[in-house]
């Protein structure tokens, strides 16, 4: 299916860029960095991909990718078991950063598999089942925004073609939130408003009964989902909020 062709390099850097007002929470030198991945192939054909871990840690872009090359380079595109490798790294492969970048470098390996097989990526997957449209959501909603914020951001939306719209909550009063929520849902309408309450970004976390109660408040807005209500380490308690929902 694949080409045979060799892996002779990949590299790894990060790019950053004015974002925002400058003020945006969680960028605290008002720039945005993304890690990047560029891997080549023995005829010059290059892919990249993105590593999402690069927005917080871009500075370990760069070695992790000069240490997974061990893995990579030389590699022929036909056979993509050198992944598995990585994965079996004792402790270290399957989780955290290194699995963060590794999945970096596979989204480039499969975006030059698709460059040099002259194909859209997704059509190196024949059994996928293939839709004409693909619905898509606007992620933005800073959980600093005020709800003028929100609503500049739900008509800026609007003006590039987007329906459905993802807010973050979780860093000002509830009350804030909640006047937040009701500004975006009063906009928009069908279930077309997600909340992101980022508590693996927040240092306050919310318990599992605060999460509870806030849900319930939610339901008042037609919310569609809530994302990340409770720490992403707190399985249990995860598997007892769900029990719980509706």
Known sequence: ???????????????????????VFGQPKGKKSIGFIEVTSESGAKGFGEAYCGIY?????????????????????????????????????YTGILQGVRVGAELAVMDLIGKIEEKPVHELFPYQEKKKEIKCYYSGGSVVFTPDSIKQDIEDLSKMGFGAYKMRVGHQTWG???????????????????????MGTLKKKWTLMDAELKIKDLLNYNIFWIEEPLC???????EKLRKKSK
């Open 1 to 23: 299916m694949y080409t045979n062709q060799k892996i002779t390099k990949i590299e790894g850097f990060a790019l950053s860029s004015e974002y925002g007002d400058g003020k």
């Open 176 to 198: 804030q939130d909640i006047h937040r929520v009701e500004t975006a849902a009063k906009l928009l309408k069908n279930k077309n408003l997600m909340v992101d309450a980022i």
């Open 57 to 93: 840690s871009p500075e370990l872009i760069k070695p992790i990718v000069k240490f997974l090359s061990n893995y990579i380079i030389g590699k022929t595109l036909d056979d993509l078991s050198f992944f598995d490798e990585i994965d079996m790294i004792p402790f270290i492969g």
């Open 232 to 238: 992403p380490t707190s399985i249990s308690d995860y």
